[in-house]
């Protein structure tokens, strides 16, 4: 008797051809099994009938698949950055700080294919940017961006595998604290200056506010009659955008900011606060470093001020007061503690920080500029 003929499935590209019988007659499967796809689906069923054409289902499967995986290893990190921007820019987040970041990695990644990415290629880059000074904070923050790109990428299968980012290690944090005798000095070194760093100085002194969120400052969000200003520009939340920025506060006046902002207002030029020659300011990167150095202090950022705000307030007011002056993330807690409070509760705090009397500001109309937009205050 002839031994029966053992039946050999259609196989492609390590996909087997399956076959199921079902009270619905017999079902074609692409068997996905031992190819990796861990957690997904096992098998994918096929439309037709026939064994014939189950075979050219999964020969036109096969080359879909091909065609995905040439594409995958097409793609440059160049490419895959600009396609995630461009995702991220649907979603509304800015893409300001992460084109500055590509200016440092464009030129040792952009065309480079994601799948030939190493350890190695990541160390390299990290020595080139040390050798140039730059800090492992920013290094390190370089890396987690082009790492939070490629994550995006292999989610969204524009690439097979995603690569390993090796980071370096992160610098010491900056704890800098300044004493308030370093503080008056650096409002006076910056009174010596522009007008409109003096300006930035003694808000962020006064408030403790963020770098941005000062420049973000309009005059419609500094209310002279009740005393307050009004950091966050945004009371209502877009649906459509993603976009999460740090809290910003709502702040009283103490009498040192509120007498600069009184003199600022006369000479305003713009509908920002801190401006120079009627334009809104993205930066005061290069003048805050000029009065950093006329007051003979090294290392100290905007940020440092609002750090130290935080450092004083710390044994002179509660938590929850602190976080609402400063628009920390825990902000639950403060809302439990402080439904109603408003600004009127942090007023302590604020009094604290109130180096009056400060150096006034040289009005802009000192200078030989006149105010375009009148001699009122805004409120009253």
Known sequence: MAKKRRHVPYERDGLKLGKRTTDKGIRWVIDLRGQGNHGGPKRIGLTSRSEEGARAELDAFCASQAAIKRQQQAYTVGQLWEMWLREREA??????????????????????????LTAQIFRDYAQARFTLGRSSWTVQTELVRLRACLKWAAENHHIARRPKVWVPAPGKHRDRVLSLEEAKRLVQAAQAGDPHISLFVIIAFATGARHK????????????????????????????????????????????????????????????????????????????????????????????????????????????????????????????????????????????????????????????????????????
């Open 91 to 116: 979603d509304k987040l800015s893409n300001e700080i992460y084109r500055a970041n590509w200016a440092a990695l464009g030129p040792c990644f952009a065309s480079k294919p994601a799948e030939t």
């Open 213 to 380: 969120a000062i420049l973000d400052l309009d005059w419609d969000r500094v209310d002279f009659v009740s005393g307050v200003i009004q950091f966050d520009d945004q009371p209502q939340r877009d649906p459509m955008s993603k976009a999460w920025r740090k809290g910003r506060a709502l702040v009283p006046m103490n009498r040192a900011v509120r007498a600069a902002l009184e003199v600022a207002y006369e000479g305003r030029q713009s509908q920002y606060v801190i401006e120079h020659g009627g334009r809104r300011l993205k930066s005061v990167k290069s003048g805050f470093a000029n009065a950093v150095a006329r007051a003979g202090l090294v290392g100290i950022t905007p940020h440092t001020i609002r750090h130290s705000v935080a450092s004083w307030l710390e044994d002179r007011v509660g938590d929850a007061r602190r976080a609402q002056l400063l628009g920390h993330g825990n902000i639950e807690t403060t809302r439990k503690v402080y439904t109603h409070s408003g600004a009127a509760m942090l007023e302590e705090a604020v009094s604290y920080l109130d180096f009056a009397p400060l150096p006034r500001l040289n009005n802009h109309a000192d200078e030989g500029t006149s105010a375009s937009a009148g001699d009122s205050h805004p409120n009253g």
